[in-house]
């Protein structure tokens, strides 16, 4: 069975910075390009970041310099380092493994994890 678990996240305050995890179980996903997205209450779930097999990374504009996205595909983990937190980063944050198609697009994803709860207060 394919699982994805992630871990991580917390109540911060404005400004600190978190390391997110998402650890695959049940086969390798070190060919695949794997995403983060995130889902505040309310809101449809968007887009933060994706990293491809060879590393190449893509971001959100409102995430871009602020979160690093990176994989070890010995540990088939993707983790997502957020630095310089804001509460607008408040959100769950889900990772899943890319389908095909746009890369932005929640629906092009499968194997969602349960997500982890991301809080910045002000």
């Known amino acids: 069975q394919v699982q994805l678990v992630e871990s991580g996240g917390g109540l911060v305050q404005a400004g600190d910075s978190l390391r997110l995890s998402c650890a695959a179980s049940?086969?390798?996903?070190?060919?695949?390009?794997m995403g983060w997205f995130r889902q505040a209450p309310g809101k449809d779930r968007e887009f933060v970041a994706c990293?491809?097999?060879?590393?190449?990374?893509y971001y959100s504009e409102s995430v871009k310099g602020r979160f690093t996205i990176s994989r070890d595909k010995v540990k088939n983990t993707v983790y997502l380092q957020m630095n310089s937190l804001k509460p607008e980063d408040t959100a769950v944050y889900y990772c899943?493994?890319?389908?095909?198609?746009?890369?932005?697009?929640?629906?092009?994803?499968?194997?969602w994890g349960q997500g982890t709860q991301v809080t910045v207060s002000s």
């Open positions: 049940g086969r390798t996903f070190s060919s695949a390009t």
């Open positions: 899943a493994g890319f389908t095909g198609g746009n890369l932005y697009t929640p629906s092009n994803y499968r194997y």
């Open positions: 990293i491809t097999p060879s590393t190449s990374t």
